[in-house]
């Protein structure tokens, strides 16, 4: 008499470790590894016959990596953590699932740009932004602000902007015949630095205390800021007119920069039409957007990502990447040690995001480029021949032995 389906000895079944789905291969691949196809995390199938499951979902082979050197084919076939658990939900995945779904009633699309500054906002990080005028930056900053129960303020970058026009200056008092301080725009705490490049280097200069102290010192007094603090920075392409460098001490105190593009075209039909009235801005906000949480929770939040775990292997892995660009051949200059601590508060925000207390190699791949993309410089050679920065970046990661944490 035949085997019943669910027994025939040319199929073997099992458990996925990562999601519990039941999987089905052929006997041919005992010992190989295999690629699940719903949480698409690479898994061992096993060599001994498990008991007999059901519903079972048939699952290809994966392709074995080259035996020497151990390199990874893509960024994207990074394995996961062995013994993953199913998404759990907690209070900073459910708080950035919310702010997202709030910030979709007036910001269309961009959504690495809201995942990469959420990131920042609770990593006590700072963003850059490489764009074009008009794509919506400002809107995204001021309804972030209402969302999160944040100050927010503006500054415009010109050529004749002075530090005190930033930092503040104190201003005689008449009635008083004494000097008394005047907090200027960056007293507040989502700060919106637009056109930053647009500015000379005294000016600059003015930021990098603030970004990396929290804190404004003038005439020796010092004034700390109110936390969570953000810059957001703009930046326009570096080949307009009237632009200046960043000087490389300002954009390695950036955790992030970020390419925001143009909208695709439903995208932008759905722009016309949810802001092609003639009503005002702050009424829109005012009736369309809720406030979620609030600075203290934010803090609260902040700290409680010190809890999230990261293997040994992970950090070694982080500092292989980190220095590998300092001898990459295309890089005139590498990354600094502050990009590995991104790299680290970063995977930690995206886990406790992903309802985890542990990060994973998926993690540090999701945010290499946006961390090393400003900390390296490329050769005279390589700019003459056109290479850019991400694709060198990626030949960079696909280089190096991905971890197997479990």
């Not at 295309?330 to 992903?354: D, E, N, W």
């Amino acid at each position: 008499m035949n085997n019943p389906p669910d027994s025939t000895p040319e199929t073997l079944r099992f458990p996925c470790p990562s999601c519990g789905s039941t999987l089905q291969v052929p006997v041919s691949a005992r010992g190989k590894q295999a690629q699940c196809p719903h949480c698409s995390g690479v898994v061992d199938i096993p060599t001994a016959d498990p008991p007999v499951l059901h519903q079972s979902t048939p699952l290809q082979p994966a392709p074995q990596p080259p035996a020497a050197p151990p390199t990874m084919p893509a960024p994207a076939a990074v394995p996961a953590a062995a013994n993953v658990a199913p998404r759990a939900t907690t209070e900073a995945s459910k708080l950035y699932q919310q702010i997202r779904d709030e910030v979709a009633k007036v910001f269309v699309g961009q959504e690495d740009l809201v995942e990469g500054t959420l990131i920042a906002v609770f990593s006590g990080g700072h963003v850059l932004i490489e764009s074009v005028p008009g794509l919506g930056k400002t809107l995204f900053v001021r309804t972030l602000g209402k969302i999160l129960g944040c100050d927010f303020g503006r500054i415009q970058f010109t050529a004749d902007l002075m530090p005190s026009d930033i930092t503040g200056a104190p201003i005689f008092n008449m009635k008083t015949q004494e000097f008394n301080f005047r907090p200027g725009p960056v007293f507040t705490q989502l700060l919106l630095a637009d056109e930053i490049n647009r500015s000379p280097a005294k000016t600059h200069a003015a930021l990098l205390e603030i970004m990396q102290e929290k804190r404004v010192t003038v005439d020796g007094v010092t004034h700390q800021l109110d936390l969570p603090f953000l810059v957001l920075a703009t930046q326009n392409p570096l080949e307009s007119e009237g632009t200046y460098n960043l000087p490389e001490a300002q954009l390695d105190r950036f955790m992030f920069k970020l390419i925001a593009d143009y909208p695709s075209e439903e995208q932008e039909a759905s722009i016309l039409a949810m802001h092609g009235g003639q009503s005002n801005l702050d009424k829109t906000l005012e009736q369309n957007i809720q406030t979620l949480t609030n600075p203290q929770q934010i803090n609260r939040i902040t700290a409680e990502t010190e809890n999230v775990r990261v293997d040994p292997l992970l950090i070694k892995y982080i500092n292989q990447i980190v220095r590998l660009t300092r001898s990459w051949p295309q890089f005139y200059m590498g990354a600094s040690p502050r990009a590995g601590i991104s790299f680290i508060q970063g995977i930690r925000t995206l886990a406790a995001f992903s309802g985890r207390d542990f990060a994973t190699p998926d993690d540090v791949v999701q945010i290499a480029k946006p961390i090393l993309r400003h900390r390296v410089i490329l050769t005279a050679e390589a700019e003459v021949e056109g290479q850019q920065i991400d694709d060198l970046l990626d030949q960079l990661m696909r280089s190096i032995e991905v971890p197997r944490i479990r």
